[in-house]
């Protein structure tokens, strides 16, 4: 059941995975107020009903939520009567006020699988969290340089450090602006990503640090990147200077296992993936100072080739397969 046609879609039904398409209830940030909470109670009642309904009809053993801010599927295996899987792939920092009360609703699952340690941690040890790491979707592919910097318009001989992900206020994308002032003239900074519809204004006051420090020309905007294996090849450095924790950053765990060097925020999951002076370098968040100096001296080429031998290993998507077909052996048992 997804909530609108996309690639996921056409993918699943390649794959001979019947695909209904319906709007979901999702909890969103921009919802967090008296009228939006209502809103999402109406389409909440409306797709316990719809989707209790169909799982009947289609005699389902179990229902297995993607992720934790999509409500539906708690009331549908309910109603359905069968267990229900609910997969947490958020950390909730920064909703300290009501998060203890969502936390109640998302404990009324069967199991939880957290996709890092430290997401699971926000359940406070309640049995019902378990540690379900990601598995790496593709095998990630790292161009020569060349091809990939002309590919991107980037510099052939310039120090490239490389960004990835949606631009916003805790992706830390500013945090790299302020390390950029503090290296040699020949660093550039490649941003890969383009902010949420409508937050355009953290784009803006990306350009506006970056000309308050002196740095506006050496900043690259790539946008969207569909084949983002060129900005691996491109980059000396992948940085990825979460401000707040992220629960487990699909562009570190790429980027690694590709052999790029990984400079990353000590926090979130980023220490689950990297290992600090094994196979990257990790650095206190919101920390540019520390940033730029783990950039300036990483031992680049061993960093990444032990990133490159550790990540597929560890994160494999047949180890992932494996640990949430044994998840819905258990909760079925």
Known sequence: MLPDHGELGVVLRHAGVEVQVRPLAVMRRSLMSPRGISRVAAAWATDAGGL?????????ALVHTNTSVTLGGAAAARIAGVPHVWHVREIY???????PAYRRLLLTADVLPCVSAATCEQFDADPAAVTLHDGLAIAPRRPERG????????????????????ISGWKGQDVAIRALAQLDDDAVLLIAGQPWRGEDRHLRELWALA????VRDRVIH????EDVSD?????????VPSKQPDPLPNAALEAAAAGCCVVAS??????????????????????????????AGADRARLGAA???????????????DQVQSLYDTVLS
Not at 53 to 60: C, F, I, N, S, T
Not at 147 to 166: E, Y
Not at 231 to 239: F, K, L
């Open 52 to 60: 209790g309904r169909m799982a009947r009809k289609r005699g389902a």
């Open 93 to 99: 920092a920064g909703f300290e006020r009501w998060f």
């Open 147 to 166: 091809a990939a910097r002309d590919a991107l318009g980037l510099p052939p001989d310039a120090f490239v450090i490389a960004v990835l992900g949606r």
């Open 211 to 214: 000309q308050a420090h002196g």
């Open 222 to 225: 790539a946008g969207f990147v």
């Open 231 to 239: 900005v691996y090849g491109a980059a000396d450095v992948i940085a």
């Open 266 to 295: 000590d926090h979130g999951g980023l220490p689950e993936i990297l290992r600090d002076g094994e196979t990257g370098l990790l650095v206190p968040p919101n920390d540019p100072v520390a940033l730029a100096n783990a950039i």
């Open 307 to 321: 990133a490159a031998a550790d990540i597929p290993q560890r994160f494999s998507a047949a180890r992932m397969l």
